[in-house]
């Protein structure tokens, strides 16, 4: 008896938590609209550019596609791009819908189902990925405080610095796998041995990954910041400092389901400092997120329709010169 209550909590306490994250999203719905109303919220729409929205939604596109040929690169799958495009689509939606990163749990279930990939495999590749995502977007956004702060040497230096950071790790790569060796068994080694899993095979092959990654979060955060600017009168720099300040949050361990509320508070937390009105700028947050999760939406339900064949690929060859 006491062995079946111990498993039905074990089931109940996941279900709750999700739970309490829809209940969140609900209320915090709700308590928009007794401070703005959703129609006067959303009438500024109205407003915005048919052809230059246009252009931000082929933008949004454009990052899914340069975030589908990273991973088509980086775990060598030839000639299925429209089966990785269609499973990073999916991939988004389900990052967006579900709490608490849940969502990321997709990935190593449709790279098997389309590809064969061993779930292990896909999510050291996955890893690694984030530890890419996580380091361009930290320096874009000290970059960006840096230049709104009128140091734009420094600014400019640090960017460079960062395009240059990852090499230096790749370079280490063999020093680094034999030094999480020898460490001690615990929650830090796991994570370690994780991120050299994940690493790329060769040093062409790494710095395809890094550049895809900068391109792809350069086009992405140009598209936000344009729709952010319809709201709000804000500079470029600004603006993508603004949503950086929203995707760092998407990125976190915890975040409610398609982050409302947690991406609004993470613009608004950089919004603010640079002398925006509280209302203009909520507003403003609000509306650019929605833009975020109409495309995601979009085009992840467009994706089901792409279909892809299952097929095994192999684990690639691990480095000889790697220890």
């Known amino acids: ?6 498993k039905l909590a074990r089931w109940i ?5 999700r739970g309490v994250g829809y209940v969140l999203v609900i209320l915090l719905a709700l308590v928009v609209e007794w401070l703005f109303g959703w129609g006067r919220l959303l009438a500024p729409w109205a407003e915005v550019s048919f052809g230059g ?13 340069l ?10 799958i030839h000639r299925r791009f429209g089966a990785v495009l269609s499973l990073n689509l999916q991939h988004n939606l389900w990052n967006n819908l579900l709490p608490m990163r849940s969502g990321e749990l997709s990935f190593p279930i449709l790279m098997r189902q389309r590809f064969g990939t061993d779930p292990a495999h896909a999510l050291a590749g ?7 995502d996580a380091q361009v977007l930290a320096a874009l956004g000290l970059g960006s405080l840096l230049w709104l702060a009128k140091v734009k040497v420094m600014a400019l230096a640090l960017l460079g610095l960062a395009l240059v950071a990852p090499f230096v790790v790749w370079s280490l790569r063999g ?5 999480v060796a020898g460490m001690g068994e615990g929650r830090l080694r796991r994570l370690l041995d994780k991120a050299l899993a994940g690493l790329p095979r060769d040093v062409a092959h790494f710095s395809r990954g890094v550049l895809l990654t900068w391109a792809n979060w350069l086009v992405k955060l140009a598209a936000l910041a344009w729709i952010l600017r319809q709201f709000l009168a804000i500079d470029w720099a600004g603006a993508g400092l603004a949503v950086l300040g929203g995707e760092v949050t998407s990125v976190l361990p915890i975040h409610a389901p398609g982050g409302f509320g947690t991406y609004e508070a993470g613009m608004l937390g950089l919004l603010l400092p640079q002398g925006m009105e509280l209302a203009a700028a909520t507003a403003a947050a609000i509306n650019t997120h929605l833009f975020l999760l109409a495309s995601s939406l979009l085009f992840g339900l467009a994706a089901m329709l792409i279909s892809g064949k299952s097929a095994t690929m192999p684990t690639p060859a691990k480095d000889p010169s790697t220890p």
Do not use: E, K, Q
């Open 126 to 132: 996955l890893f690694w990925i984030r530890l890419v």
């Open 175 to 179: 020093w680094l796998t034999a030094w």
């Open 1 to 6: 008896m006491r062995h079946d209550r111990l």
């Open 53 to 65: 929205l246009l252009v931000a939604v082929a933008m949004m596109l454009g990052s899914y596609v």
């Open 67 to 76: 975030r589908a040929w990273r991973v088509a690169d980086h775990f060598a």
């Open 13 to 17: 306490s996941p279900a709750v938590r």
